[in-house]
């Protein structure tokens, strides 16, 4: 069954320095997600990514944040300067036209110093 | 706007009790909703579906019956087994806007016993 993989799956970071994290989406799926899931609590919508550019926003997703598909395959996570606050589970996720549901990857686990 | 309340956890259960994870939700328009199961160390898993009133989603055993008269989207098993413990979250995305983004409830805790 395809898959949407994460990398790292842990990623240990100091405060203020800029992270990235990696997905590679499933192949023919053309729209894609950011989620986080501080400890404990809820998972929260970060971003979507449609057609090459952002779709929609949440307030967590200010300009610390950027989103971006390199090369068609990968889709990145960047996080310019990291807070202590950003410690999280990180998501993935990718889906088809017309699919209720997403597939989400196995998640990367951020945190920082 | 759109809310996702579950209930809290953990909820302990011998094998074989019989669960129900409840879940109600607040939303503009004719939301879709979603019941997603995190077993330990994995990501987020699909475990059924409900697009319109009435339907009921099933999976694995599990069902959820899609009520809007009391805007609920209630987690059913039978016969839970001790591979059953997760994380289960619900979740909804409203079509009302142009959006497809899951709002998730807080997720509830299930640790079956054997």
């Known amino acids: 069954e395809p898959e949407v993989t994460q990398t790292p799956s842990h990623q240990v970071t100091q405060m203020g320095q800029e992270v990235i994290l990696r997905c590679v989406p499933i192949?023919?799926?053309?729209?894609f997600y950011w989620y986080r899931q501080i400890l404990g609590q809820k998972v929260e919508f970060l971003v979507s990514?449609?057609?090459?550019?952002?779709?929609?926003k949440s307030e967590i997703f200010d300009d610390q944040f950027s989103v971006e598909r390199p090369d068609g395959s990968n889709f990145t996570l960047k996080i310019r300067s990291t807070k202590l606050e950003d410690s999280a589970m990180y998501f993935c996720?990718?889906?088809?036209?017309?699919?209720?549901?997403?597939?989400f990857g196995s998640g990367t686990r951020l945190t920082v110093v | 706007g759109n809310s996702v309340t579950q209930m809290e956890g953990p909820v302990t259960l011998s094998e074989e009790a019989f669960l129900t994870i409840n879940c109600t939700y607040t939303a503009t328009g004719y939301p879709s909703l979603f019941w997603y199961v995190q077993y330990p160390g994995e990501g987020l898993q699909l475990l059924l579906k409900a697009t319109k009133a009435d339907d009921k989603g099933s999976n694995k055993g599990f069902e959820a019956t899609y009520r809007k008269e009391t805007t609920s989207f209630h987690l059913e098993k039978g016969s839970v087994q001790v591979s059953d413990s997760a994380v289960y979250f619900c979740?909804?995305?409203?079509?009302?806007?142009?959006?497809?983004?899951?709002?998730f409830g807080t997720g509830t805790l299930l640790a079956v016993q054997p």
């Open positions: 979740a909804l995305r409203n079509y009302g806007g142009a959006t497809n983004k899951l709002i």
């Open positions: 192949s023919n799926h053309l729209y």
């Open positions: 990514f449609y057609n090459n550019e952002i779709s929609e």
């Open positions: 996720a990718s889906q088809t036209e017309g699919d209720y549901g997403y597939t």
